[in-house]
């Protein structure tokens, strides 16, 4: 009879493990990179935290929010405290959840390093959820306990009642006895980190829902060190020096990496703002001279609108994720900046940004190349490689991959060991990849194929045009599917059918004539995620009603 050894863990609570994907439906982990090979017990808060006081670095700043600043060392003892009142007064265990809930304060980012210094799995969530998605989480995620700024407890207290797995809700950040607060100021300063494993589960980051019912995806304690030390280290080219903002929630993991993982890991510091819209950002970078920024291409867009000389001095990184970049964009920030933005695509299940080019390697309009650590192709619709020059399917492998928690949809994301995002890519000769679409956005009309970024981008050429997405929309009458577009339009432009005609001729001379919106619907906003992404779902939705109801007249 032959024994196996199951793998170690420190997980008492064996739920992540047990609902993990089976080993068959798992992507290929690859290790190429020395830095990479971590040993088998890890915590990545004593890497990412702690190891910073072992070296003496702990009056080094840390975090800072626009009334309050932490060193290293106050930061970890914050964290320690946390982690000691998690376990002592709320009974966590190795293995359990914790949600936590709260726009980007040091005391989120402390209460998110205390749960997986603990042992713990934090499941994050954007601050504004309501009560159905937040009770959805609890279910899946089997939770507990929830740690919530006490400014947003109303929602989670109606999840409350609609999820028997969720038995207690602390809040944190006020005044009460009842509040997390309360409790840190008693509790001991030092703590010993959970001995976890590095393939014990730290982390359940749902997705943000732009394809419709949000997944959890899980990550170890290897994925938090490895995203830095891929794309962190190799890309980006932060230095300790460095101050970070960003307007990505750290419950998105593009807000986690650029407002959290990639500064600690070299010793730099972070500003977290609770509130980041691109004039908040602004300001903050005017006034706290941070040296590297993360936001979304509408963002930028936004800055650019009102952008003085000298505004953003400070900065010498500029990061752009969560959509695609159109090209108009970077010439336009190059232009009023001398920054050239560094763009990439990232996935919640992969956890960051996989695909991205260092400065002095980009090419305007690209989204890079494979970060070191990382193997990308373009593969047919059966998973075979295309050749340079083609436009398919994109699939990745690396140090992270995707872990679905109890989802079917595993076996969409990964094939054959490979991850498959869901985009649509085109592959040039110098081995950059170039955005072509979602995949479920590629648009068949009149037997072309038109990706709806391409025409986005040609729309946001235009001087009134502010925002917009393309999406197919069905035409009754003809049985076929046109090009829809839904525009908002910048102040002082009048939405009339001659702006109709000026856009759809602007596109024509900007792109093949038969990509042009055949439709422009004129809207006040766009329908997006907590994390900034267009739900062009809903609006494919709205556009068959819409075609429905023009057929009924």
């Not at 997390?180 to 980051?205: G, H, M, R, V, W």
């Not at 970077?330 to 990439?344: C, F, M, N, V, Y």
């Not at 000769?429 to 037997?447: K, T």
Request: charge should be negative; include cysteine.
């Amino acid at each position: 009879m032959t024994f196996t050894t199951a793998p170690y863990t420190a997980h008492v609570d064996p739920f992540a493990r047990e609902h993990l994907p089976p080993s068959a439906e798992m992507p290929d982990f690859i290790f190429m990179l020395p830095e990479l090979r971590y040993p088998e017990r890890l915590n990545c808060v004593v890497e990412l935290l702690d190891n910073w006081l072992a070296k003496g670095h702990g009056a080094r700043p840390c975090f800072r929010s626009l009334d309050r600043s932490y060193s290293y060392a106050e930061f970890a003892a914050l964290v320690n405290r946390i982690a000691n009142v998690l376990v002592a007064e709320y009974g966590l265990i190795p293995g359990n959840r914790v949600l936590l809930r709260s726009p980007n304060t040091p005391l989120m980012a402390a209460a998110l390093f205390a749960v997986m210094k603990a042992g713990g799995i934090a499941v994050t969530s954007m601050p504004l959820l309501r009560a159905k998605e937040l009770a959805f989480m609890c279910d899946k995620a089997k939770v507990a306990l929830a740690l919530c700024d006490h400014r947003f407890l109303e929602e989670l207290e109606k999840a409350k009642l609609a999820t028997p797995a969720l038995e207690k809700i602390v809040p944190m950040g006020g005044n009460s006895s009842e509040d997390l607060n309360a409790a840190i100021e008693k509790a001991s300063a030092e703590f010993t980190a959970c001995p976890t494993s590095a393939e014990d589960i730290c982390l359940i980051a749902f997705t943000s829902g732009t394809t419709g019912v949000p997944k959890g995806a899980m990550h170890n304690h290897r994925d938090m060190l490895a995203t830095c030390d891929t794309y962190g280290k190799y890309v980006l080219e932060a230095r300790p020096t460095d101050v970070f903002i960003g307007s990505p929630p750290l419950a998105f993991t593009f807000g986690l990496g650029g407002g959290a993982l990639f500064s600690l890991r070299i010793g730099a510091s972070s500003i977290l703002l609770e509130q980041a819209a691109p004039d908040k950002l602004m300001e903050a970078i005017r006034t706290l001279k941070p040296t590297v920024c993360f936001t979304a291409p509408i963002a930028y867009r936004a800055m650019l609108a009102k952008l003085q000389p000298g505004d953003l001095a400070s900065l010498r990184i500029c990061v752009s994720a969560g959509e695609a970049l159109p090209g108009a964009t970077w010439g336009a920030w190059k232009a009023a900046t001398g920054i050239e933005i560094l763009d990439g695509i990232g996935s919640t299940e992969m956890l960051h940004i996989f695909i991205g080019a260092p400065a002095g390697k980009i090419k305007a309009g690209s989204t890079g190349i494979p970060v070191p650590g990382y193997e990308a192709k373009i593969v047919d619709d059966e998973g075979r490689e295309l050749p340079r020059g083609s436009t398919g399917l994109l699939a990745v492998r690396g140090p992270t991959g995707c872990r679905y928690l109890a989802d079917p949809r595993q076996t969409t994301y990964v094939r054959n060991g490979w991850n498959f995002t869901g985009d649509t890519y085109r592959l040039d000769e110098d081995g950059y990849f170039w955005h072509q679409a979602r995949s479920d956005d590629m648009i068949v009309s009149a037997g072309y194929n038109i990706a709806g970024p391409e025409v986005e981008g040609a729309l946001l050429s235009h001087p009134a045009v502010l925002e917009c997405a393309v999406v197919g929309a069905p035409d009754l009458a003809h049985d076929t599917t046109i090009v829809k577009a839904y525009v908002v339009l910048r102040a002082g432009h009048q939405s009339d059918g001659g702006l109709v005609a000026a856009l759809q001729e602007h596109v024509r001379s900007e792109i093949a004539p038969y990509k042009f919106p055949r439709v422009v619907t004129f809207v006040e906003a766009l329908p997006r995620t907590e994390s900034g992404k267009v739900q062009r779902f809903v609006l494919r939705e709205r556009a068959r009603r819409e075609a429905e109801e023009g057929a009924g007249k």
